[in-house]
T-cell receptor, first 113, second 109 residues
Framework: NAGVTQTPKFRILKIGQSMTLQCTQD?????MYWYRQDPGMGLKLIYY???????DKGEVPNGYNVSRSTTEDFPLRLELAAPSQTSVYFC????????????FGQGTRLTVV | GQSLEQPSEVTAVEGAIVQINCTYQ??????LSWYQQHDGGAPTFLSY????GLEETGRFSSFLSRSDSYGYLLLQELQMKDSASYFC??????????FGPGTRLSVLP
């Protein structure tokens, strides 16, 4: 009964390094999302996907890339990490879009130094 | 674009009733969701309103007025475990969620 699984849970990156945040869901959901949450703030949509092979930009896509080669996986790539990308990253999925419950992973706490 | 407004903080005592308001401006509104997030945790779904009116789920109710671009979450019989942040989120063209800034609820004994 895993739901949405994110790895890693914590990571410290140096400025200019790159990394991939992994997200996988076992509920066969079509829609998947990546959000970032800065301390004391709301969640900002980075990218989303309505199905395998289809991705689209959200509110704050700059500095990130995504791919969706399978229904289960939706990795988020950070290229050339910057201190402004220090945040908690949440992956989520939903069955048929925003009119259904979204299930969130436990988050990845990323610090860029 | 979209913008949502919520009060930043609300405080109430155990057993009381509290209402958390949300106003929104958006071009592709399909509905309004509410999520709860405890400190250090992930958001969890509470409710979704597509039509005007009140939806009740146990101690929690959610209201929507599309003509006023306004909704609220009503929490009754408050318990200490209800202390958390509450986010409204606009259903954007049925495809994704745009979240509000969140309201931090503190329940006092």
């Amino acid at each position: 009964n895993a739901g949405v699984t994110q790895t890693p849970k914590f990571r410290i990156l140096k400025i200019g390094q790159s990394m991939t945040l992994q997200c996988t869901q076992d509920m066969n959901h079509n829609y998947m999302y990546w959000y970032r949450q800065d301390p004391g703030m709301g969640l900002k949509l980075i990218y989303y996907s309505v199905g395998a092979g289809i991705t689209d930009k959200g509110e704050v896509p700059n500095g990130y890339n995504v791919s969706r080669s399978t229904t289960e996986d939706f990795p988020l790539r950070l290229e050339l990490a910057a201190p402004s990308q220090t945040s908690v990253y949440f992956c989520a999925s939903s069955q048929s879009g925003a009119n259904t419950e979204a299930f969130f992973g436990q988050g990845t706490r990323l610090t860029v130094v | 674009g979209q913008s949502l407004e919520q009060p930043s903080e609300v405080t109430a005592v155990e057993g009381a009733i509290v209402q958390i308001n949300c106003t929104y401006q958006t071009s592709g509104f399909y509905g309004l969701s509410w999520y709860q997030q405890h400190d250090g945790g992930a958001p969890t779904f509470l409710s979704y309103n597509a039509l005007d009116g009140l939806e009740e789920t146990g101690r929690f109710s959610s209201f929507l007025s599309r003509s006023d671009s306004y909704g609220y979450l009503l929490l009754q019989e408050l318990q200490m475990k209800d202390s958390a942040s509450y986010f409204c989120a606009v259903d954007n063209y049925g495809q994704n969620f745009v979240f509000g800034p969140g309201t931090r609820l503190s329940v006092l004994p």
